[in-house]
């Protein structure tokens, strides 16, 4: 019997052997992973919005790139083929779609299907998901054997707002790159651009060609790298050699490449920092304030680098269409926004470049056997499943490299996963978290937007496999190569406890 709280499946409920969240990078690379990794399942995405894409269809920026490069940003099954390896955001656009066709993956989407709930049933080991749509606000639900989360790791309806004084009272236009008009002029207007990141990296340059000026306004500096938006060397091994075995030197390449500096980052930062700031001068004006606006107060890699290509950044800066302003922000006035320094920034157009709202699983709440699960309350195992949670895997990539290279991994762990459960005859997944495991921060990065969802996110452990690597050597050890059988996890057949209370029912039965 179903415990209360779970709805029974019925003829009115469509059955999936795999339920996959969110049509972005991340889904379509996880369905193409169920079809050739462990074939003859059914399947389901379900996209809230009305397109393939996710972060790519999502921001319209101007300039919206990948700030990794796209042969290891790219499906590991799917050579990128265009010359750019830094590609603009169309183009990434135009691959995910191309892929999802190329595989017939998108006639299993179910687009504007917003899921609201996941409520896990042990005595059927099953879930049953509720989704709405978002078109008509009619609620339908889905049962699944597995259910994987591919939405990302932010809010696509809510961005972090740092609360700036006297907003209302600003005569000129606020935008945030998330929510960017399509209809924005800014030919020949004052534009202040408030960040650091990579966004604003982004976001100044480009707008600089065209606008009358644009100040990138920081609170602290960031760490840039410039390098060419076209690897020569992968372009050259695609004409001489088959596009598959071009794009699979030049992947492992660049992951090895960015292996050695981040570790050597961690190392030796001040030896690198030292070499990255070095680097900037020499693309700069003899004159310009390194110290003040391109020296941060935290180590290399402690957060995100911001990479630029083609050096454009500090081509605008050079040709005085763009600028650097370092200090806090007291508020805005009617004209513009006024530094806690005193000094004051002429505004047409502010473009609050602030950060994201990060959020887990999108706003799914999970319930197992009726009982509330949190998520942020449990450790992340291998970096994809959550302790005492049957059946439920997510897709979360690298901060320190391309997220794909990750998802890519997890793709294929959910499809040994799966294959395991069907030849040992168990219905049932269950990581359990051991006694004595030391909690540790999901994600060791010093940014705001991660440091402000430390409540947000699930913990990692001090041991594996509840411990995080961000390296992708390691995770392909662990993912792709190691037995999905180890001291923690449980495969269990139908109707076993999962949950502390059906344990006690159990005992008490």
Known sequence: MLQSGITPPSAAVEHFDVLFVGAGLSGVGAAYHLQHGSPGRSYVILEGREAIGGTWDLFRYPGIRSDSDMYTLGYSFRPWEEAKAIADGPSILRYVNDTADLHGIREHIRFRHHVKKADWSSADALWIV???????????????NWLHICSGYYNYQEVYDPGFAGKESFRGTIVHPQFWPE???????????????????????????????????????????????????????????????AYGITRWKNVLLQMVFFKLARKRPAKVKEKLLEEVRKLLPPDYDVGTHFTPRYNPWDQRLCLVPDADMFEALGKGSASIVTGEIDGFTESGIRLKNGETLDADIVVTATGLKLQLAGDIAFAVDGERRDLSKTLSYRGMMFSDVPNLSYSFGYTNASWTLKADLTGGYLCRLLNHLKTSGAEIALPVREAGIDEVPFLDFSSGYVQRARDVLPKQGSKKPWKLYQNYALDMASLKFASVEDEVIRFLPRGAPVSARLERESEAA
């Open 183 to 245: 209809d924005l002029d800014y030919s020949g207007r004052k534009v202040v651009v408030i960040g650091s990141g990579a966004t604003a990296v982004t976001i100044v340059p480009e707008m600089a060609k065209t606008a009358g000026h644009v100040v990138m306004l920081q609170r602290s500096p960031t760490y840039m790298v410039s390098r060419p938006s076209e690897d020569k060397i992968a372009n050259a091994l695609r004409k001489a050699l088959p596009s598959k075995l």
């Open 130 to 144: 509720e989704a709405e749509r978002t078109d008509s606000g009619e609620r339908i639900r889905f049962s699944c």
